[in-house]
């Protein structure tokens, strides 16, 4: 059973971008365009070894997450990062585990009760 509703904003944020980065495909055309450094334009599935049907349904799931745009020109699409969102992104995974690393702490030096 999933409430999502029960969760604060930034959990429900956070676990959505963990579940779109949760997939090597994905994490692979991330880094492929990352190693361009540019957009791309034209046929990414030619670069991975992935169906055009299966690189097509991933490319989506980072648009719609904001991780990368996908602008039309004519009959190709420019697939572009998108810088602004993966920092954002990255600042809110770092700031959840800070807060994790700081709750860890307050309870490492606590001897656990005996059972």
């Given at each position: 059973m999933?409430?999502?509703e029960v969760f604060d904003k930034e959990?429900?944020?956070?676990a959505c971008f963990a579940?779109?980065?949760s997939h090597p495909a994905r994490l692979a055309i991330l880094k492929y365009l990352a190693e361009t450094k540019t957009c791309?334009?034209?046929?990414i599935s030619d670069q991975l070894p992935l169906s055009r049907t299966t690189v097509s349904q991933h490319?989506?799931?980072?648009r719609d997450m904001g991780l990368i745009s996908g602008e039309i020109d004519g009959l190709k699409i420019n697939?572009?990062?998108?810088?602004?969102s993966i920092s954002e992104s990255i600042s809110m995974l770092?700031?959840?585990f800070k807060r994790i690393e700081g709750?860890?702490?307050?309870?490492?030096?606590?001897?656990?009760?005996?059972?």
């Open positions: 999933s409430k999502p959990l429900q944020d956070l579940k779109v980065i791309i334009s034209g046929d490319l989506k799931e980072l697939y572009c990062l998108c810088s602004s770092n700031r959840f709750k860890e702490s307050e309870y490492s030096n606590q001897k656990l009760p005996k059972e």
